[in-house]
Structures are given as structure tokens and as C-alpha cells.
């Protein structure tokens, strides 16, 4: 069975009159070549003594152009012979134990549905449904020709690997049609490949379908087009393509129609075209055979003087050909059968793409093989229950199918011949590409690649790097709904449009994506950042007061002069220790004071700089410890103030508690206790250096934790009640006459040193990072410049600038006036 014509013809049934003959259109080229070539084949067969000794086959040629009614026709006509009766009166099966057919996956499920009744065999030359490898309902077909479930593995896996990820899929409106799209949508789904439209191109399409069909491949973003469909029925879109001048698309071809003449030489815009085809072979001796044919030599083939009138435009009679289902066409010319073929280049007598022809060939003889086997079985007498042997001249289809399902040779191209469980053939095709040279005038087809799907999976696709595409060039082409996202970026799908319609959108920050087309973004590690592009991990930076920038600067500027300027005082307080103005404050603790501050000051320089395991303890016992000693000072001093003018009274002898030596002793065990605080606090759970990972997420900062909070608290505790308890004498004994009374000095600056760490309190919690540690420097800062400027800064400007006011003359006056 071969469809020698391309096209029926429509035929209107009125059921009042016998329908007649059914009338086809478009002599099929190819199909006459195959046909002839089964012919060939056959021929060989008979002619070898090797292979079916003394038996002569013979064959039914019948013409089903591409019609299922036609197939189905042919079909109910083996089925219905007359019957034969064997010598016992028993009925006798059909004469024709086999098909050779049928060319269309949808012709061949009808016809073996019909022929399942009568378990009679079909082998397939290029029926190629994945839907036929089904034994539950076909379990008497058999094909040479792969099945399209491998094709639609191979051509998905191609698109794959060529970075495909937006493709436009057509199809024929049939079983292939449907099957092959359906099984290559799948598979492209699973690699992650979106199809951007789906077309069925109709059996016997009007002008607005196919011009539909052209404007949806023109409107899309797909530039890569997959198409099963056989020659015949692709030809009217690329027609279409052709007069639209549509370009700038790349077709990937089925196996239907990879291998056409008639596309290549017609439509040779196409360049570039990439597809799976059969195997082929070389085929010696079928081009002669082919050139031999001859219009009117016996037996009669009608397609052949249909094919020698339209080839040479030429007729022979005026009446139709006999058994032609073609209309009979007049030329002027009269046919002489002389004309020569091998003058003529069509597909009919081309023979360097046999690839369909091929397929025929292992079908033939795949059937000769298992014929020859059934010949040659013989009985195993040592086996009793063994069934005997078929009768070859007697010959029952159903006994053909063992025999068809053992078949296993090798020919003589050197390739094996089986048919597995499913009755199906090896999975391999060549990857053919439609090129053209500079001095071509038609396009080639160039072997690129291999698909062989009985290696392993990741050697099953070859493909070579001398492939032309649709450009002319050797750059392949990109075919993407949207370009790939780069590292730094993620995809975000589109809602309501396929995953491979994304935005891309930029990582947030402390992820990362470091390859094209992720997903998501992967988030940092704990100390590490993502870089300005997110495409990396760096480290964080890190973050804490120092002396190189300029806040830190301006703060250790500050804490030195605070140093220098106490220092200062004291060399004016020591240059003028005898006068009476130093004197009379107490010289011994006004040392002892600037001293403290002096420390205070050195204290703030401590918080700058990378914490460490040594300096964070230094940072917080420093600071309560100078705090207490300077304090302790200040106490001592108000005490000795107050004390002073209450023993002006008489009776009273509270001065003598208040002599340096006492004063010395209270300082001592004031600052003591602070000591001891601070030794237990070192011991138990000291200060220690941490990295702030959570405060900010782009850097951490360095910081140091306190160790014990509790502890801590009873530091700041302590030095608080002595800044209050020294507040509270201090202005208790503000308004006691003396030019030189310091009480009301001293209470200045307690209510600096009180109002500053005050507020301390809500800066230091709500500042972050490294300005806290700043707020901890200005409050250190602020209250020792406090202390410094209301107690010192007045004496040394009557020292330095009012001498006059620094005698004890001026003194005593000034006692006495008040």
C-alpha cells in the first residue's frame, strides 16, 4: 500500500447512485519510487537462491492516496477474496497472508483495527505514531520505521541543547499529527522548554487557514519552528511563508519531511532548516531499475504512464488509462515510450536520500526473513507436543506473526533488523541540515549529528559543529521569550504566561545569584554581604569607632586637648602652690582631682580603636574607676568646705575629722569600693568583644558586650550616688560666705555631670553601631570638661589675669565686709 497520489479528490454521495470510481490528484513522486523499489526488492528476493528456495513471491500494488477511505477500501479488499476450499472442504484464509503498509499513521490504526479481526500482519515503512506501539490494540503491526516517541525525545532534547527555550509547534491533523506534538510538548515541558503556540495545519486547508496559520507564526517571539507533517500538507504554509516573505525563523523538520526534493528545490529560503531523519542507505542497482520503467510494459502499472505523460508532457491515446484513479490529462504530444528518465532529475529517480525507500527494504525483507524461516522450520521429533510446522503453500496469516515477532538479521548495509515487544524498530536518525554553498544552486542535505537511542542517555545525541542556519551563518540563533537573566538577578514569572516569560528581577540585598536564569536568589552566610552586583558573597565590612576617621578623630582631638588643658592647670596650680588662693582650696586634693580628670580624658581614648579582648575590660574598669576616684575628690572637697565654716562655730570640733589625712582616707575607700566592684566584675563574667551581626545587615560591628549587665549597673549605680550625694552637699554649702568658697562651683558642675549622664541613658540605647561607643566618649568627655571648667577655669583666671584678688590681704577683707 503506497499513496501514489498526494491528494483525493472530494466525492459527493447521494446514496441514489452507485458511487464511482474514487478519483485522486497529484502523482506522489517519492511514493512511485517506493513503490518501484519495493518491486526491486522483491525481484532480489526471487533471484536469490539463499533466500527462499524455489519459492517465488509475488505481490498486490494498491494506490491509497493519502485517504483512509481508500486504505480502509483496500484493507476490506485482501480480507474479502473469494473463498478457497482445501481439499477437505475446509475454508482456506485469504491469498495475501501480509501487508507491506500503510505510509500514514492515521491510515495504518484504521485499517489494523479491521485487520485485528482477521490477525493479519502489517509492517510499516513509515507509519511512525507513538500510539501504534500499543499491542493491547495493535498486536499484529510492525514498522521499520522509529517510533515518534523517540523522535520527540530527540528533537526536545536537540532544542535543549542548542538554549532553545521559546518554540512555536504545528502539526498535522491526524494521529501523527497529535501524537508527535503531544509526546514533544511533554518532554520540552520537563526540560524546561516553553512551546509559545500550538497549530493543527487541516487536511485540506482553505486560504484563510493557511493564511491564519502564517500571521500567528509572524506575531510571535518564537523564531524557532517544530513542525510534523509530511511534504504534502507542509507545502501550502511554506507557499504562504514563501509570498509573505516571513523570515528570520528557524524550522526544525520531522523526519515526514527532512529528507523533501520537492520542499529543498521549491522553497530554497528554507536554508537552515535542521531535522531528524531515517537511516539511509546506498541502494545499488535501484537507479537503473528505476530509469527501466516503462509506461505500457506488463504488468500493467497505470502510475506509470500517469508519471511518463506528466514528465515528458506527452499522451499516448486519448482514453484513459485503465485502472488510473487520476483524470486522464491531453497533451499535444504524442508518447513515443521512448523517452529517456535517466534524462530527468525529480524525486522519483533521485536516490541519494533513500531513506523512506530504505525503510522499505527492511519491511520487504523483514517479511522474506520470517517467510524463510517458516519454510525452513522443521519438527523436533524428540519433542512430542511441539506444534508442526506451518504449511508455506497453505499459509494462514496469524502464523506469520511468531515469525514476524522472531525476525532478527543483519543486511547487507550491516545494520540489524528486529522488531522489539512493541513491534517497533531501532530509535536512531541522522540530523540533517538544509545548506547551501556559494556555488549551489539547490540546497543539500548535510548529515550534522546522530541520534541513536540504544546508547546511553548522555551519548544518544551527536551533533556536529558545521551546521548552517537560517541566517546563512554559524552562530545559533536565539529563540527565548525573554533574554536569560544575568547573575545578580532572579526570574519572576509572569502571571498568567508561561515559566519561560519571566522579568528579571534584581536580588535583594545579602542574597545572591552567581549563574543565568536563577530561580531564586541564595541568601549570604552570617558574615558575608552581597556585592553591589549580587552575584557574589563578600565579607561584611567591619564597622567600629576608630581613630582614621574623622568622627573618631575629632573625638580623640577633643579627649587630648581635655588632657592638655588639665595639665595646664595643674602646671599653674604648681607654679602658684604657695599663694593663697591654692592654698586655700585645698591644694593636696585640687592635685589629686586633675589628676583624676586627667585620667578621665586618657579613658575616653580607650574607647576608640578595634575592641579587643584586653581592651574592653580596660574600656568599662577604666572608666569606672577614674569616675569614682574624681568623684571621690569632689566629695572630699565639699565635705571640707561645709565642715570648714561649721567649725566657725563655738563648740565645735567636727574640723578636726576633716584634717588631710582623713580627706585622704576618704578618697581611698570611696574609690576602694568602686575597685572592688570592678575586681568582681573582671573575675566573675568580664566584658568581652563580640561581633554585631543583627543590628545591621550589611556590615558588623564590632562592639563589646558587657560581660555582666548586673555588674555594670552596680558601676554606673555607684558613681551615681556619689555624683548625687556630692550634688547634695555642694548646694547645701552654696551660699556660705568666702570669695574662695568652691561649693557652689562644685555644684555646677554636678549638674552638668548629673544633667550629662542623665541623658546618656536614652542616647546610649537608642544609638546604633559604633555611635554608641561615640556617646559613651561625649558623656566621658562632656562631664570631665564640666568639672574641669567650673572648678579650675575660674581660679586660673584670677591667678593668671586678677593677681591683685590672690592675697590674703584681699582676702580677709572680703571675709570681714560680709
Request: glycine share 6%.
Amino acid at each position: 500500500m503506497f499513496p501514489l497520489h498526494s491528494k483525493g479528490v472530494e466525492q459527493e454521495l447521494n446514496f441514489s447512485s452507485s458511487p464511482g470510481m474514487r478519483r485522486c490528484r497529484g502523482l506522489n513522486l517519492r511514493a512511485l519510487r517506493w513503490s518501484q523499489a519495493m518491486i526491486f526488492f522483491i525481484n532480489e528476493i526471487n533471484r536469490n537462491p539463499d533466500l527462499l528456495p524455489n519459492i517465488t513471491l509475488g505481490y498486490r500494488l494498491y494506490d491509497t492516496c493519502w485517504l483512509v477511505a481508500l486504505s480502509m477500501r483496500t484493507a476490506l479488499s485482501v480480507v474479502s477474496q473469494p473463498i478457497k476450499r482445501s481439499q477437505t472442504g475446509a475454508c482456506l484464509a485469504p491469498t495475501v497472508p501480509l501487508i507491506i503498509g500503510d505510509s500514514g499513521s492515521t491510515l495504518s490504526i484504521t485499517i489494523s483495527r479491521l485487520l485485528n479481526l482477521f490477525k493479519i500482519p502489517m509492517v510499516s515503512y513509515f507509519a511512525s505514531c507513538a500510539c501504534l506501539s500499543d499491542k493491547k490494540q495493535f498486536p499484529y503491526f510492525f514498522r521499520t520505521v522509529p517510533s515518534d516517541s523517540f523522535q520527540a525525545s530527540a528533537v526536545a532534547r536537540l532544542i535543549k541543547h542548542l538554549g532553545w527555550s521559546w518554540v512555536g509547534m504545528l502539526g498535522t491533523d491526524d494521529d501523527y499529527g497529535y501524537t508527535a506534538t503531544g509526546m514533544c510538548t511533554a518532554e520540552l515541558t520537563r526540560l524546561g522548554v516553553c512551546v509559545a503556540f500550538h497549530i493543527i495545519i487541516p487536511k485540506v486547508p482553505s486560504v484563510q487557514q493557511i493564511q491564519g496559520i502564517v500571521k500567528t507564526i509572524q506575531d510571535s517571539t518564537a523564531r524557532v519552528l517544530v513542525c510534523f507533517a509530511t511534504e504534502e500538507e507542509i507545502e501550502p504554509v511554506m507557499e504562504e511563508v514563501v509570498r509573505q516573505n516571513v523570515t528570520g525563523r528557524q524550522w526544525v523538520a520531522s523526519e515526514a519531511w527532512i529528507t523533501s526534493t520537492l520542499m529543498s528545490t521549491t522553497y530554497p529560503s528554507l536554508v537552515g532548516t535542521i531535522g531528524f531523519a531515517i537511516s539511509r542507505a546506498t541502494i545499488p542497482g535501484l537507479q537503473k531499475f528505476l530509469h527501466n520503467l516503462r509506461p505500457l510494459a506488463e504488468p500493467y502499472n497505470p502510475s506509470a504512464r500517469e508519471f511518463w505523460e506528466t514528465q515528458f508532457s506527452c499522451s499516448f491515446n486519448k482514453s484513459k488509462p485503465v485502472g488510473s484513479m487520476a483524470d486522464a490529462v491531453h497533451y499535444n504530444r504524442t508518447c513515443t515510450g521512448e523517452e529517456r528518465i535517466e534524462d530527468t532529475e525529480t524525486a522519483y529517480n533521485d536516490v541519494s536520500q533513500l531513506r523512506v525507500t530504505y525503510n522499505v527494504h527492511k519491511a520487504v525483507y523483514a517479511a522474506a526473513q520470517a517467510l524463510h524461516n517458516l519454510f525452513m522450520c522443521q519438527r523436533d521429533e524428540s519433542t512430542t507436543d511441539k506444534q508442526p510446522c506451518p504449511d508455506i503453500y497453505n499459509l494462514q496469516p496469524w502464523q506469520m506473526i511468531q515469525y514476524l515477532k522472531e525476525v532478527n538479521y543483519t543486511n547487507v548495509f550491516g545494520d540489524t533488523v528486529y522488531f522489539d515487544e512493541h513491534g517497533d524498530s531501532l530509535g536512531s536518525y541522522d540530523i540533517v541540515n538544509w545548506q547551501k554553498g556559494p556555488g549551489d544552486r539547490t540546497l543539500r542535505f548535510v548529515k550534522v549529528g546522530h541520534f541513536d537511542s540504544s546508547l546511553p542517555a548522555d551519548q544518544q545525541l551527536l551533533l556536529h559543529q558545521d551546521i548552517m542556519w537560517h541566517d546563512g551563518s554559524k552562530e545559533v540563533p536565539v529563540s527565548v521569550c525573554t533574554a536569560s537573566c544575568a547573575p545578580g538577578y532572579r526570574k519572576a514569572t509572569r502571571k498568567g504566561e508561561p515559566l519561560c516569560c519571566h522579568d528579571c528581577v534584581p536580588c535583594a540585598e545579602g542574597t545572591f545569584s552567581s549563574s543565568i536564569d536563577q530561580s531564586e536568589c541564595t541568601l549570604c552566610p552570617e558574615d558575608l554581604w552581597s556585592s553591589p552586583q549580587r552575584d557574589s558573597c563578600v565579607d561584611k565590612h567591619i564597622e567600629f569607632l576608630s581613630y582614621t576617621e574623622g568622627f573618631g578623630m575629632a573625638l580623640a582631638a577633643m579627649a587630648i586637648l581635655g588632657i592638655v588643658a588639665t595639665m595646664t592647670v595643674a602646671s599653674i596650680f604648681l607654679r602658684h602652690r604657695d599663694t593663697p588662693l591654692v592654698r586655700a582650696n585645698n591644694s593636696e586634693l585640687s592635685f589629686l582631682l586633675l589628676l583624676s580628670l586627667t585620667l578621665c580624658f586618657l579613658c575616653a581614648l580607650t574607647f576608640l580603636g578595634q575592641p579587643t579582648r584586653w581592651a574592653c575590660p580596660l574600656r568599662r574598669t577604666a572608666f569606672g574607676l577614674t569616675f569614682a576616684l574624681c568623684l571621690s575628690c569632689l566629695l572630699s572637697k565639699t565635705l571640707v568646705v561645709l565642715m570648714a565654716f561649721k567649725a566657725t562655730l563655738p563648740g565645735n570640733n567636727m574640723a578636726r575629722w576633716f584634717r588631710p589625712p582623713q580627706q585622704r582616707l576618704g578618697v581611698f575607700l570611696c574609690s576602694a569600693l568602686q575597685c572592688v566592684i570592678c575586681i568582681t566584675w573582671l573575675t566573675t563574667a568580664p566584658p568581652y568583644p563580640v561581633k554585631n551581626t543583627w543590628l545591621y545587615r550589611d556590615r558588623i560591628v564590632l562592639e563589646c558586650h558587657m560581660g555582666s549587665v548586673a555588674l555594670f549597673s552596680c558601676v554606673l549605680g555607684y558613681i551615681g550616688c556619689l555624683a548625687v550625694f556630692c550634688f547634695i552637699l555642694a548646694f547645701l554649702a552654696r551660699k556660705l560666705p568666702d570669695n574662695f568658697n568652691e561649693a557652689k562651683f562644685i555644684t555646677f558642675s554636678m549638674l552638668i555631670f548629673c544633667a550629662v549622664w542623665i541623658t546618656f541613658i536614652p542616647a546610649y540605647v537608642s544609638s546604633p553601631g559604633k555611635f554608641t561607643v561615640a556617646v559613651e566618649i561625649f558623656a566621658i568627655l562632656a562631664s570631665g570638661f564640666g568639672v574641669l571648667l567650673c572648678i579650675f577655669v575660674p581660679k586660673c583666671y584670677i591667678i593668671i589675669f586678677i593677681p591683685e584678688k590672690n592675697t590674703k590681704k584681699y582676702l580677709m577683707s572680703q571675709s570681714v565686709g560680709r
